[in-house]
């Protein structure tokens, strides 16, 4: 299947800080790319949905001043934890759809474990 | 919108044993069921799908069915091993639906 690579895996960072984390789709162009988030024995929740070229669209109660999404181009899209705090320690992981009509498969990338300390 | 029910929760099964994860869906508009299989500490890595137009689907040990008049679909291993163990989701999605609906998880374990 199609390579999505997400860096860095693991990330510690001190509450006030800003965390910036990469998807890449290594091997496709990615017209869309999702950010979810999950907490531990949990599901995947979706945060926002990023289209390239435009403004991403953030679900329901996700703050999009404190989670930064920039897609600038169709293999890379980055999400920026801003003034973070312990509350947003969580699991990160991004996921791309293959571009074409219909219905596509979804890749996701490994995931970045985010620490706030 | 859609909404995607999984169950069972957890699940244990005798290393060779079949193991069948079934997952409901709510929106007939819904075409595109997948699978994810992820490991503690990975992202879901994509392990079969199914799109509307057929009933069921088979990949070596793996198979999927769908009844979409019931509206579930389920997922079927066969022949379990031990690195079977994962947490498994579902998902669904319907044409022109960028977005896929997750459902709650199955952590299956296989005991040796």
């Known amino acids: 299947g199609a390579v999505v690579s997400q860096h860095p895996s693991r990330v510690i960072c001190k509450s006030g800080t800003s965390v910036k984390i990469e998807c890449r789709s290594l091997d496709f162009q990615a017209t869309t790319m999702f950010w979810y988030r999950q907490f531990p024995k949990q599901s995947l929740m979706l945060m926002a949905t990023?289209?390239?070229?435009?403004?991403?669209?953030?679900e329901q109660g996700v703050e999009k001043d404190k989670f930064l999404i920039n897609h600038a181009s169709l293999t890379l899209s980055t999400l920026t934890v801003t003034s973070a705090h312990p509350e947003d320690s969580s699991f990160y992981i991004c996921s791309a759809r293959l571009r074409g009509t219909g219905n596509t498969e979804a890749f996701f990338g490994q995931g970045t474990r985010l620490t706030v300390v | 919108g859609e909404n995607v029910e999984q169950h069972p929760s957890t699940l244990s099964v005798q290393e060779g044993d079949s193991a069948v994860i079934k997952c409901t869906y709510s929106?007939?508009?819904?075409?595109?069921f997948p699978w994810y299989k992820q490991e503690l500490g990975k992202g879901p890595q994509l392990i079969i799908d199914?799109?509307?137009?057929?009933g069921e689907k088979k990949d070596q040990r793996i198979a999927v069915t769908l009844n979409k008049t019931a509206k579930h679909f389920s997922l079927h291993i066969t022949e379990t091993q031990p690195e079977d163990s994962a947490v498994y989701f579902c998902?669904?999605?319907?044409?022109?639906?960028?977005?896929?609906?997750f459902g709650q998880g199955t952590r299956l374990t296989i005991n040796p």
């Open positions: 990023s289209n390239e070229g435009s403004k991403a669209t953030y």
């Open positions: 929106d007939s508009a819904s075409n595109y």
């Open positions: 998902a669904a999605s319907s044409q022109g639906a960028q977005k896929l609906v």
């Open positions: 199914i799109r509307s137009n057929v």
